[in-house]
T-cell receptor, first 113, second 115 residues
């Protein structure tokens, strides 16, 4: 079955540090890939997505590239801010008759001033 | 403003009671979903509906029930058969039945605590 593996947190960084959160997946076919962000006490918001190999999703300074050869979709940001503190979820959708997203377990990011 | 609303934000239930969580969307989306979130476990799909009057079980449907009588509404009932109902419940919707590339939009969630 489909699965998503994220690097385990928590991740703690200082403001303006470089961020990488690793995400790898297992899926049949050609999945679409997503990063969602969850701020404390809130629902999930879509951060970025990529629908085919070599696509790069980007938003608010975050980027992730769909790498089919390594089955990865790592999230990066060049300079994090305190306001980026949240839980980040990698997710995939691989089509077929089961219309659902498969989520990773989430990575808690804390950015200190 | 278009979006997904969930109510209540916090809900307390005594053991043995059924409770219904509300989810409403005004995005004109066909598909709606219910997820359960537990610490360290990510999100797990409870039920989903691709169209009015139709719904399917997700990965953890036991102890839950849903209905989809209107396009805008997808309420979730947590029954007394659910052994460990304390969790954060998230409702989501997406534009069409084919969600291969369609984004799912999430509500703010309901935190259910069983006393």
């Amino acid at each position: 079955g489909d699965s998503v593996t994220q690097m385990e947190g928590p991740v703690t960084l200082s403001e303006e540090a470089f961020l990488t959160i690793n995400c790898t997946y297992t899926a049949t076919g050609y999945p679409s890939l997503f990063w969602y962000v969850q701020y404390p006490g809130e629902g999930l918001q879509l951060l970025l997505k990529a629908t085919k190999a070599d696509d790069k999703g980007s938003n608010k300074g975050f980027e992730a590239t769909y790498r089919k050869e390594t089955t990865s979709f790592h999230l990066e940001k060049g300079s994090v801010q305190v306001s980026d503190s949240a839980v980040y979820f990698c997710a995939l959708f691989s089509g077929g008759s089961n219309y659902k997203l498969t989520f990773g377990k989430g990575t808690l990011l804390t950015v200190n001033p | 403003d278009g979006g997904i609303t969930q109510s209540p934000k916090y809900l307390f239930r005594k053991e043995g009671q059924n409770v219904t969580l509300s989810c409403e969307q005004n995005l004109n989306h066909d598909a709606m979903y219910w997820y359960r979130q537990d610490p360290g476990q990510g999100l797990r799909l409870i039920y989903y509906s691709q169209i009015v009057n139709d719904f399917q079980k997700g990965d953890i449907a036991e102890g839950y029930s849903v209905s989809r009588e209107k396009k805008e509404s997808f309420p979730l009932t947590v029954t007394s058969a659910q052994k460990n109902p304390t969790a954060f419940y998230l409702c989501a919707s997406s534009p069409s039945r084919r969600t291969g590339t369609d984004t799912q939009y999430f509500g703010p969630g309901t935190r259910l605590t069983v006393l």
